[in-house]
């Protein structure tokens, strides 16, 4: 069975080791990892608007697993709704696209989790001193996308804090629909994940102001099949192998995610 040998980082110490990572044996013979992805979550995945390139956060994870392994990363546009089915009938190996991982998906895709994240609010600048706390959303219309556990996240953080004034909740086509309710005032805050923000709010200056702290924690993950233990635990180490030798941390650096980083990977740790 082919082997990959690792040089594990030098963090601090004179001297190296060596880590085998093992990869099943015909994604070994191929040479090649099918990964899934939906480039539309900038700044995990989107496309360059001047280059058409695929490029974001997961691009450069993924393609740095890639060098890990070994492997080239062959990368498979498909729509989110496609993604546990390809999981599950072999058509890809991965999925690596800010997917979150939650339990509802481990009887399908075993989750090696790389991120931490959260549903936050924000709204318009031009209306930041309506909003100096969360609870000053009670009452108010919120967007998110209907396609996310945000619904639920927020009807249950309203449930704890507006008590008989809730948010009234208002389903989005995804984020970026969200957003654009939010500038033309049809609703009066939105929630995205808290990854997203700094990235969006670079592009869009003195547009957005956030409301509060991220009112839940969630993981993001690379979806693996979950019969697939050898390639589960090859993605996990290659993951912290990363971790180890800095390059993750320069990622996130990048793309201005370092407070969501992770000190390690970690399996199904989703809720």
């Known amino acids: 069975m082919k082997r990959f040998l690792l040089a594990a980082a030098l963090l ?14 015909d994604i070994a013979k191929r040479g090649s990892l099918k990964v899934a992805l939906v480039p539309n979550y900038p700044p995990m995945e989107f496309r360059d608007p001047a280059t058409n390139a695929l490029s974001g956060f997961d691009i450069d ?32 190996d991965a999925i690596l696209s800010g997917f979150t991982d939650y339990a509802s998906r481990h ?8 991120l931490r994240s959260g549903p936050q609010f924000f ?3 031009s209306r930041k001193a309506e909003f100096k706390d969360a609870a000053a959303l009670c009452g108010k219309k919120v967007g ?29 086509d995804g984020s970026a629909d969200a957003r654009t309710q939010l500038r033309q005032g049809r609703i009066d805050a939105a929630a995205q994940g808290n990854e997203t923000l700094p990235y969006i709010m670079d592009l869009e200056p003195n547009t957005y102001a956030v409301v509060g702290e991220p009112i ?13 233990k050898a390639l589960q635990q090859s993605m996990l180490e290659a993951v912290d192998a990363l971790i180890a030798d800095g390059t993750y941390k320069t990622l996130l650096a990048k ?7 992770l000190e390690k990977a970690t399996i199904n740790a989703g809720q």
Do not use: H
């Not at 062959?74 to 546990?84: K, L, R």
């Not at 996308?145 to 996240?153: D, E, I, K, W, Y």
């Not at 839940?216 to 697939?228: H, M, N, R, Y």
């Not at 793309?255 to 980083?261: F, G, M, Y």
């Open 12 to 25: 601090g110490a004179i001297g190296t080791s060596a880590v085998a990572i093992e990869l099943p044996p």
């Open 107 to 114: 009887e399908i895709a075993t989750f090696v989790d790389y």
């Open 144 to 172: 998110a996308s209907r396609r996310t556990m945000f619904p639920a996240q927020i009807a249950a953080w309203s449930e704890k804090n507006c008590g008989s004034s809730p948010i009234q909740f208002v389903g989005t």
């Open 255 to 261: 793309w201005k995610l370092t407070d969501n980083a």
């Open 123 to 125: 709204v318009q600048q």
């Open 61 to 92: 994870l993924g393609e740095a697993i890639g060098r890990k392994l070994g492997v080239k990363i062959e990368w498979t546009e498909t729509s989110f709704a496609e993604f546990m089915p390809s999981i599950s009938t072999g058509r890809v």
């Open 216 to 228: 839940a924690q969630q993981f993001t993950g690379i979806a693996l099949p979950v019969k697939e």
